[in-house]
């Protein structure tokens, strides 16, 4: 099976980010897509999975799910996702092996 898969550090920040189960805030895993955008075409969007609906793909890593939608895990399958912080500054990064180029500000990807 074709995955998305976490680094130990972007595993740790999304436990955190969806949240405690039982809580009022809590998500059912971290929903990975992708959207139109910027130079280079496309832009990854991270957020919390509310639900899970039919055309998702679910992946479980560690205790964390990883919610994709099909459309999007043919542009994303493989990709390694990592989070960093760089000074002030901390956000999910994307390795995608299927990424032909990025724009100069990181925002966006080709494939």
Avoid: H, W
């Amino acid at each position: 099976m074709v995955a998305v898969v976490l680094t130990e550090n972007a595993l740790k920040r999304a436990r955190a980010f969806i949240g405690s189960p039982g809580s009022a805030a809590a998500g059912v895993g971290l929903r990975i897509g992708i959207r139109r955008t910027g130079c280079s075409g496309m832009a990854y969007v991270v957020s919390v999975a509310e639900s899970v609906m039919p055309e998702d793909v679910v992946f479980e890593q560690a205790g964390v799910k990883v919610v994709v939608d099909r459309t999007a895990l043919d542009v994303i399958d493989g990709t390694e996702v990592d989070f960093v912080r760089e000074g002030l500054n901390e956000a999910f990064r994307f390795r995608n092996p299927k990424a032909k180029g990025e724009c100069g500000c990181g925002e966006s990807f080709s494939v």
